[in-house]
T-cell receptor, first 116, second 111 residues
Framework: EAGVTQFPSHSVIEKGQTVTLRCDPI?????LYWYRRVMGKEIKFLLH????????ESGMPNNRFLAERTGGTYSTLKVQPAELEDSGVYFC??????????????FGQGTRLTVV | LAKTTQPISMDSYEGQEVNITCSHN???????ITWYQQFPSQGPRFIIQ???TKVTNEVASLFIPADRKSSTLSLPRVSLSDTAVYYC????????????FGSGTRLQVQP
């Protein structure tokens, strides 16, 4: 069974440019999460999808970040325009029905974003 | 969400048992305790999860006292490949389904 896949693995862009990160969750997982770790900081929650709906986007830092999950399958996270402080590793995770407490989440390898 | 406190780092030698304790004084009734492992350049990987008493799987054991204000991850006979960061997470009740990561414990296993 394929795990959570993220693309690209690395991205280097200039300040002001746009970058789109993609996450393919495990097939059948309705719950999809985005997290990120900026340099020297903890892994922070960004948002949570249940199928195609945003269940919780309280962790999104500002309106330069836009997440979508069309059709409830893969998800994209767009940063536009990118700023230096957006550099970090962006992780995606998926899990089965989130209404079941204590559900295990499966993480992707992450996308390392560097804004220069 | 309950805040967790763990040691920043630990050192061990191959073949030893390692116990990492996590404090979570504000754990809620519905909260589970989950431990993740993360290697460099990889995403976190689920190790074990429990609600109370003791849970054991092929990788680790998790000990949770009756008051549930702390938990201990036990790794039997560690090897060099167990060198990683270990995160204790508390939460995931029916109202909030997102994980909250703390700073984790960096375990270094020496030969």
């Amino acid at each position: 069974e394929a795990g959570v896949t993220q693309f690209p693995s690395h991205s280097v862009i200039e300040k002001g440019q746009t970058v789109t990160l993609r996450c393919d969750p495990i097939s059948g997982h309705d719950n999809l999460y985005w997290y990120r770790r900026v340099m020297g900081k903890e892994i922070k929650f960004l948002l949570h999808f249940v199928k195609e709906s945003k269940q919780d986007e309280s962790g999104m830092p500002n309106n330069r970040f836009l997440a979508e999950r069309t059709g409830g399958t893969y998800s994209t996270l767009k940063v536009q325009p990118a700023e230096l402080e957006d550099s970090g590793v962006y992780f995606c995770a998926s899990s089965q029905d989130g209404r079941v407490v204590g559900t295990e989440a499966f993480f992707g390898q992450g996308t390392r974003l560097t804004v220069v | 969400l309950a805040k967790t406190t763990q040691p920043i780092s630990m050192d061990s030698y191959e073949g030893q048992e390692v116990n990492i304790t996590c404090s979570h004084n504000n754990i809620a009734t519905n909260d589970y305790i989950t431990w993740y492992q993360q290697f460099p350049s990889q995403g976190p990987r689920f190790i074990i999860q429990g609600y109370k008493t003791k849970v054991t799987n092929e990788v680790a054991s998790l000990f949770i006292p009756a008051d549930r204000k702390s938990s201990t991850l036990s790794l039997p006979r560690v090897s060099l490949s167990d060198t990683a960061v270990y995160y204790c997470l508390v939460g995931w009740d029916t109202g909030r389904r997102a994980l909250t990561f703390g700073s984790g414990t960096r375990l270094q296993v020496q030969p």
